[in-house]
């Protein structure tokens, strides 16, 4: 079993769209979680982080995090054609680290 | 405030050669983290520095090392370069303690041939 879990997709939504990503992981001792959005040749771009279980919102952004299913996901509305992109879960290591352990990512496609 | 620079951008190698990637973090982190991508694996920790130290390791062959400076500039080396190390090489900066500080340079895409 892979530490962190992702669908790799393609996801495909129509412009203006809520567009559902969701991630898996093993680690029960894992306390913070990360979603990165990674353009086509570019490095990976932190949009949300979360801690504690529940819902995060920034803008069209919702991070939601179930620690006791070990699943997190990140709801993007409204999704715009820019939205399209890899978007990448994180896990940060338990202990005293600052390595992040990520799934393979979801590509998402955001058809106008 | 400058970002997280890695030097060089591009570079191609060829298979048995060696090679070394710097990381020049933002101002005032202290831990350096090293990340490789790649198509077929995705992106996978290689190490961590702080404060000069290793502080963890990733499951990559001693062909690859780094180190860190006591301005915590990092370099990376990668000896006797084999065909799938051709990745993009990624260095991330925080503040240690505070994950939320990780962000990433641009990379440094290694091709090797």
Redesign the interface.
Known sequence: QKEVEQNSGPLSVPEGAIASLNCTYSDRGSQSFFWYRQYSGKSPELIMFIYSNGDKEDGRFTAQLNKASQYVSLLIRDSQPSDSATYLCAVLGSGNTGKLIFGQGTTLQVKP | KAGVTQTPRYLIKTRGQQVTLSCSPISGHR?V?W?QQTPGQ????LF?Y?SETQ??K?NFPGRFSGRQFSNSRSEMNVSTLELGDSA?Y?C?S?L??N??T??????SWLTVV
Not at chain 2, 102 to 107: A, L, M
């Open positions: 831990s983290s990340y995705g992106l996978q920790f961590e702080f502080r963890n990733g993009l990624l991330a925080s240690p303690g994950p939320n990780i962000y990433f340079g641009e990379g």
